[in-house]
Nanobody, 114 residues
Framework: QVQLVESGGGLVQPGGSLRLSCAAS????????MGWYRQAPGKQRELVAIIRSDSTTTYPNSVKGRFTISRDNAKNLMYLQMNSLKSEDTAVYYC????????WGQGTQVTVSS
């Protein structure tokens, strides 16, 4: 079973930046489209970035131009660079395939607050 481990979250002021990392126990990044998801308190989990096997990416309007997804297949790592963070970006962030096929990891908390 593939294990997914997210890291890199923290407390940041509005307008700040963070880079999240996703490590996978198997070589899944080159096999599947991958996504970053987030879940804010009281809300459903939502998809915030996709990277496909051909390296094309898609973002919802809420993060477009501020978030960038990338991956390093050789290292089994995936990243989410988040710039110009807003309070509404506060959530627990997760990685998984897109659509999600594997068990969710514990996620990494991102809190945007002054």
């Amino acid at each position: 079973q593939v294990q997914l481990v997210e890291s890199g979250g923290g407390l940041v002021q509005p307008g700040g930046s963070l880079r999240l990392s996703c490590a996978a126990s198997g070589s899944i990044f080159k096999m599947y489209a991958m996504g970053w998801y987030r879940q804010a308190p009281g809300k459903q989990r939502e998809l915030v970035a996709i990277i496909r096997s051909d390296s094309t990416t898609t973002y919802p309007n809420s993060v477009k131009g501020r978030f960038t997804i990338s991956r390093d297949n050789a290292k089994n790592l995936m990243y989410l660079q988040m710039n110009s963070l807003k309070s509404e970006d506060t959530a627990v962030y997760y990685c998984n395939t897109q659509p999600s096929l594997f068990n969710w990891g514990q996620g990494t908390q991102v809190t945007v607050s002054s």
